[in-house]
């Protein structure tokens, strides 16, 4: 005969489970950019976060990916410029 309790702890687990997983992080709006084509490059940015003053403001890191293209340095045709 096959031991349930296992299967029982299991349903009595399920049970008491979360309905939904809770989130994280803030909560934004949601984009009013329109459709992303995916036949088309994006380019998806990190802005940098906090207060840069004297020396920390030079360089400044800013996060990017690029989907659906390749960089000129990749063999791709692409370069990305950032300038303000």
Do not use: H
């Not at 031991?3 to 687990?13: C, F, G, L, V």
């Not at 840069?52 to 410029?81: H, Q, S």
């Amino acid at each position: 005969m096959a031991n349930n309790n296992s299967a029982n702890k299991n349903a009595a687990a399920n049970t008491n489970a979360s309905p939904s997983p809770s989130r994280e992080g803030k909560d934004v709006s949601a984009s009013t950019a329109g459709e992303v084509d995916p036949a088309k490059p994006l380019l998806t940015y990190s802005r940098p976060k906090g207060e840069y003053k004297g020396e920390d403001a030079d360089p400044i890191m800013i996060d990017f990916w690029l989907t659906g293209a390749k960089l000129k340095g990749d063999g791709g045709e692409y370069r990305v410029r950032y300038y303000c």
